[in-house]
């Protein structure tokens, strides 16, 4: 017979705990393998901490989403936020999916020309884009979303330089009842900057107005907002008609769909508050459908969700490292990653799981990350079964802004392994190494040798 292990007793005030409608919370279901594959197996394999992403969920959350919107409205395209996670594999599954590219840096515009997508179909958003990159979009054609007057002004003088019409549309800010208004991109609707904007552009007649872009918030549980949102940019569009006969191709809803992630301080989980895309779709395509607009002449209704479309699909996988009491007696848990891995620490209690079989009996402990800094906590506050040294832990929801925000700081970024529909997985990403980042470094020859 197999020895029990031996775990730490700990003493526990008796609480049957909250019933809610799925009945009473009687304790941890360990999370012990994604998409078939056990968690031990891919950290022996591939090291940890791992993140791992689910390619089955990105497809599946990714239908879900378009299908919600394309039932309710006749033209849908959506375009992947690169930002969110421009890891290529991850990007090419959107693509496949059919999105085309949303990006907000010259960067991202690189990766996704790489990425095998036609410049007609990268939307080129963002405050910050040079000369060059402005020469670059117009040149592939490119949807060049305009933040400010100076980028207005400033593509004007590139695009007459090429003797091109470039292919334009304006970033319209605007209340949507939601705080904190979202006014430093692009241009305000309220005070009527943003009717400036697309007056000088059409009367100037140097470039083609295709588009209003919006992009409201973001973590949005409000979805009222995008129905004022949404409203205000059918204004703008029925009003170009109406003055200047001119069609607008598309109206762009940005992104901003919350995920299932629970805010930290929040008092129910995400898990049971966060709209469905089915909410979100409602209040946008009713709004559009019955804006006013002749049925043929209903613009292309583009989405350019991020978190709430990766979010679910990504894993971190991690090892205790060390267990200790605090000088208050709570219980510290110490992983081999912190939120220099998963910066979304800072925004959510990120819910974690133990990998391998635990007790039933959980006490409250604090989980902290490895670096040598005071904020390396993953979790203030968590009801955690007893965790030895080397037991395995699953951090789940963390496939947006986390394998783009991470710092290398400390210590190296670790592999990234893609799960595809077979079950099989595939590395899309290689640790670094310590030759990868000094590669970028010089020293002046004077510094070269010292005597100690
Ligand atoms: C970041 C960003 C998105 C994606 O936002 P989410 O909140 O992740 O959905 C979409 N559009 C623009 C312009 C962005 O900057």
Not at 38 to 60: H, N, W
Not at 173 to 199: L, S
Not at 298 to 303: E, V
Request: hydrophobic share 40%.
């Amino acid at each position: 017979m197999q020895k029990l292990k031996y775990e730490r007793p700990v003493i526990k005030q008796l609480n049957a705990g909250v019933t809610t409608k799925f009945g009473a919370q009687t304790g941890f279901i360990p999370h012990t393998h994604i998409d078939g594959l056990a968690v031990k197996d891919l950290t022996a394999r591939f090291g940890s901490p791992l993140f791992v992403i689910s390619e089955r969920t990105i497809r599946q959350t990714y239908q879900e989403a378009y299908n919600a919107f394309a039932n309710r409205y006749p033209n849908v395209q959506f375009a992947w936020s690169y930002k969110t996670n421009y890891m290529n594999a991850v990007c090419r599954v959107f693509h496949q999916e059919g999105s085309w590219a949303e990006v907000v840096s010259r960067f991202e515009y690189e990766k996704a020309l790489g990425n095998g997508v036609p410049g007609d179909k990268i939307i080129f958003n963002g405050p910050d884009k040079t000369a060059d990159d402005h020469r670059v979009a117009v040149l592939n054609n490119s949807p060049i979303h305009i933040d400010h007057f100076d980028e207005l002004y400033g593509l004007m003088e590139v695009s007459t330089k090429l003797g091109k019409r470039p292919k334009v549309a304006i970033r319209v800010n605007m209340d949507t009842g939601v705080q904190p208004m979202w006014d430093r991109f692009g241009f305000n609707y309220e005070n009527g900057q943003a009717w400036d904007a697309i007056t000088k552009i059409i009367q100037t007649d140097k470039m083609d107005l295709v588009g209003l872009h919006c992009h409201v918030g973001t973590f949005m549980l409000a979805t009222s907002a995008y129905a004022v949102a949404a409203s205000k940019m059918a204004d703008l569009a029925l009003n170009i008609k109406r003055q200047f006969g001119l069609d607008i191709q598309y109206l762009d809803m940005g992104g901003g769909f919350a995920s299932k992630n629970t805010l930290k301080g929040a008092y129910l989980s995400g898990t049971d508050i966060t709209p469905s895309f089915h909410d979100y779709a409602e209040q946008i395509c009713t709004t559009l459908i019955k804006a006013g607009f002749r049925s043929e002449e209903l613009p292309l209704l583009i989405l350019e969700t991020g978190r709430a479309l990766i979010d679910d699909a990504g894993y971190l996988l991690g090892t205790v490292l060390a267990n200790k009491r605090l000088s208050d007696g709570r219980r510290a848990t110490i992983m081999d990653f912190g939120v220099n891995l998963l910066f979304t620490s800072f925004w959510y209690e990120h819910a974690v799981s133990p990998a391998q079989d635990c007790s039933q009996y959980a006490e409250d402990a604090i989980l902290y990350g490895p670096l040598c800094m005071n904020i390396d906590v993953v979790r203030e506050n968590v009801k955690l079964p007893p965790l030895n040294k080397g037991d395995q832990m699953v951090v789940h929801r963390v496939g947006a802004y986390n394998m783009t925000q991470w710092m290398q700081f400390i210590s190296l970024r670790p592999n990234i392994v893609l799960i595809d529909l077979d079950g099989q997985p595939h590395l899309i990403r290689k640790h670094e190494t310590v030759e990868d980042l000094t590669q970028l470094e010089s020293t002046p020859a004077h510094l070269e040798s010292f005597d100690l």
